[in-house]
């Protein structure tokens, strides 16, 4: 965990800087630098799938696609291939962490929308959408479906009786309140993922 961590905070801090610049991220991102070809040799295959899946992801950007599924399928993929690694990835722990994934990347694009309006900054949904309104309700059945996907594979996994409450908590509590509350305000109302 500690290792993808430091691969994501690194490859963060690039996009950071490519978007907005800033003295303060790059001497952040040189600090981290050592650390992060240390376990970019360690975790290859992760750091190779990372960035795979970001370059994805800038590719949309660059070309203001208005496609919500390959944008949140890339950000799933990256999520599904760093807490499901190898096989696991397309049993229950993949689907589990994709449908996460995949969650997390719109409701932060719901919750971004008038921030992501104001300055300018791609968000798919204000390329798909013509404002906050329509894609709160063009996204609710998307995140709702994603949240049931999720669900499914949890219980799937069968997790043991000391981890479950916690899993469930996260699933049946957790991200469906946040849910609500991207699709019932949105925008600067909203908590920030």
Known sequence: ????????????????????????????????????????KR????????????????????????????????FANLLQTVA??????????????????????????????????????YNVLIYRYADLEQAREEMAFSLWHTLSEAEQAAEQLAPNEALWPVIEHVIHLSLPARTMLALQKGGRDAESL
Not at 90 to 117: M, S, T
């Open 1 to 40: 965990a500690a290792d993808i961590n430091t691969l994501l905070a690194y490859y963060n801090l690039c996009d950071d800087i490519r978007d907005e610049g800033g003295w303060k991220k790059r001497i952040a991102r040189w600090l981290l630098k050592g650390a992060y070809r240390r376990v970019k």
């Open 43 to 74: 975790r290859a295959f992760a750091a190779e799938q990372i960035e795979v899946s970001l370059q994805q992801l800038q590719e949309l950007e660059e070309s203001k696609s208005s496609d919500v599924d390959a944008a949140a399928g890339s």
């Open 84 to 121: 499901a690694p190898g096989g696991d990835r397309e049993g229950p722990l993949g689907r589990l962490f994709y449908n996460i994934g995949r969650w997390i990347y719109l409701v932060d694009a719901l919750q971004d929308w008038e921030e992501d309006a104001k300055n300018g900054t």
